[in-house]
Nanobody, 134 residues
Framework: QVQLVESGGGSVQAGGSLRLSCAAS????????MGWFRQAPGKEREGVAA???????RYADSVKGRFTISQDNARDTVFLQMNDLHPGDTAMYYC????????????????????????????WGQGTQVTVSA
């Protein structure tokens, strides 16, 4: 089981920046997909960004050009650099980890190539709050 601990959340004004970190420990997949999700009050959890063990990334349309996901050389910490924050980005942000391949319909797919759905990630952190004021 992978343990994930997020940090870096806080309160900023619109247009500001924050950098979230996710430290992973325990069993680290050799092939993996790490993701950032967010959930605002009264809304469903939505995928924000993901990165795999090859460094390939993907983003939700709502954050493209503003958010950047990256990982350190040891591949045990994943970051989410968030620039030009909007009040609509206010949410609890969660880090998630999944194996590099996901089985669906009897076939294996690269996890990070699939739509950013919470169901395909098996490990979750406790979350870190991001609040953006107008």
């Amino acid at each position: 089981q992978v343990q994930l601990v997020e940090s870096g959340g806080g309160s900023v004004q619109a247009g500001g920046s924050l950098r979230l970190s996710c430290a992973a420990s325990g069993y680290i997949y050799s092939s993996y997909c790490m993701g950032w999700f967010r959930q605002a009050p009264g809304k469903e959890r939505e995928g924000v960004a993901a990165i795999d063990d090859n460094g390939s990334t993907r983003y939700a349309d709502s954050v493209k050009g503003r958010f950047t996901i990256s990982q350190d050389n040891a591949r045990d910490t994943v970051f989410l650099q968030m620039n030009d924050l909007h009040p609509g980005d206010t949410a609890m942000y969660y880090c998630a980890a999944g194996a590099g391949r996901y089985s669906s319909g009897g076939r294996l797919y690269p996890t990070c190539s699939l739509p950013l759905d919470a169901e395909i990630f098996g490990s979750w952190g406790q979350g870190t709050q991001v609040t953006v004021s107008a």
